[in-house]
């Protein structure tokens, strides 16, 4: 499976984004899909994650209710609506697929994925 990130670019504070993880070589609809980010300097750390028939999504404290995660199977792809963005909110954004089932404990540990896409770069200005 590869997946490859877009949508990113350079923005205000407040402004919307939609970044796409579009994957190919698989089946999508396989896989629970998670969005992390990575700030210069920081840690990665986990964003959302939605299970693959969307019936459970989660969010991380500082991005919930901000942000939206969501997927259509059809076109192999998952989305990632963000509003209201924050200079916080600047890094590289990475989407990964995750071949076991995603659960409350585990949707926001890097290493339980299995594939990973390259970053898009969010950059929000004050």
């Known amino acids: 499976v590869q997946l490859q990130a877009s949508g990113g670019g350079l923005v205000q504070t407040g402004d919307s984004l939609t970044l796409s993880c579009v994957a190919s070589?698989?089946?999508?609809?396989?896989?629970?899909m998670g969005w992390f980010r990575q700030a210069p300097g920081m840690e990665r750390e986990a964003v959302a994650a939605?299970?693959?028939?969307?019936?459970?999504?989660y969010y991380s404290d500082p991005v919930k209710g901000r942000f939206t995660v969501f997927r259509d199977n059809a076109k192999n792809t998952v989305y990632l609506r963000m509003n209201n963005l924050e200079p916080g909110d600047t890094a590289v954004y990475y989407c990964?697929?995750?071949?076991?089932?995603?659960?409350?404990?585990?949707?926001?540990?890097?290493?339980?994925?299995?594939?990973w896409g390259r970053g898009t770069q969010v950059t929000v200005s004050s």
């Open positions: 990964a697929a995750k071949a076991s089932v995603l659960m409350p404990e585990t949707w926001s540990r890097g290493n339980s994925y299995n594939y």
């Open positions: 070589g698989g089946f999508a609809s396989g896989f629970a």
């Open positions: 939605i299970s693959r028939a969307a019936h459970r999504r």
